[in-house]
T-cell receptor, first 110, second 114 residues
Framework: GENVEQHPSTLSVQEGDSAVIKCTYS??????FPWYKQELGKRPQLIID?????GEKKDQRIAVTLNKTAKHFSLHITETQPEDSAVYFC?????????FGKGNQVVVIP | DGGITQSPKYLFRKEGQNVTLSCEQN?????MYWYRQDPGQGLRLIYY???????QKGDIAEGYSVSREKKESFPLTVTSAQKNPTAFYLC?????????????FGDGTRLSIL
């Protein structure tokens, strides 16, 4: 099955700086890559996703880039704000389900 | 997402007791999923269902059971065989049965042992 890994496990950034989280996957046939944000005690929420026919997708301060050759995709958050502090999960298809990474803790320091 | 309702929000289990967690969706989604979340462990798949009256085991199905008698409902039973049930349980659904579909999560149920 698909093996999804996230790095770094914890990332601290100063408010206003950019944050980048990387996710690697193992199955070159994977074609869908979502990112979820989970605030403490709450449900994961889909914040952005990308399909394998594009290399980059943006939504305001959030962007995702995909490198199919290297089998990794990254979440970029610009102008970070305290409300960006959360755990971020990436995922990739594994058979007829999604395989999730273990999550990245992002801490935005005011 | 307001379309997935999990209940109760908090649940306590006694030794040797089975408990059932409810998950209802009004999104008309075909597929539904149950995940277990422990600190630092991410989301681990327990069971999933792509169609009514059918379901498949995930990665940690032992000690759990499910049913899918209606499209909108996918209850999870934590049996007494699950020796370490304390965790945060999340239900999710997706529009279709293919794995390249976004999943929408409920607010979760936090289960603890008395």
């Amino acid at each position: 099955g698909e093996n999804v890994e996230q790095h770094p496990s914890t990332l601290s950034v100063q408010e206003g700086d950019s944050a980048v989280i990387k996710c690697t996957y193992s199955d070159s046939a994977s074609n869908y890559f979502p990112w979820y944000k989970q605030e403490l005690g709450k449900r994961p929420q889909l914040i952005i996703d990308i399909r394998s026919n594009v290399g980059e997708k943006k939504d305001q301060r959030i962007a995702v880039t995909l490198n199919k050759t290297a089998k990794h995709f990254s979440l970029h958050i610009t102008e970070t704000q305290p409300e960006d502090s959360a755990v971020y999960f990436c995922a990739a298809p594994s058979g007829n389900r999604l395989a999730f990474g273990k999550g990245n803790q992002v801490v935005v320091i005011p | 997402d307001g379309g997935i309702t999990q209940s109760p929000k908090y649940l306590f289990r006694k030794e040797g007791q089975n408990v059932t967690l409810s998950c209802e969706q009004n999104l008309n989604h075909d597929a539904m999923y149950w995940y277990r979340q422990d600190p630092g462990q991410g989301l681990r798949l327990i069971y999933y269902s792509q169609i009514v009256n059918d379901f498949q085991k995930g990665d940690i199905a032992e000690g759990y059971s499910v049913s899918r008698e209606k499209k909108e409902s996918f209850p999870l039973t934590v049996t007494s065989a699950q020796k370490n049930p304390t965790a945060f349980y999340l239900c999710a659904s997706s529009p279709g049965t293919a794995s390249n579909q976004p999943q929408h999560f409920g607010d979760g149920t936090r289960l603890s042992i008395l």
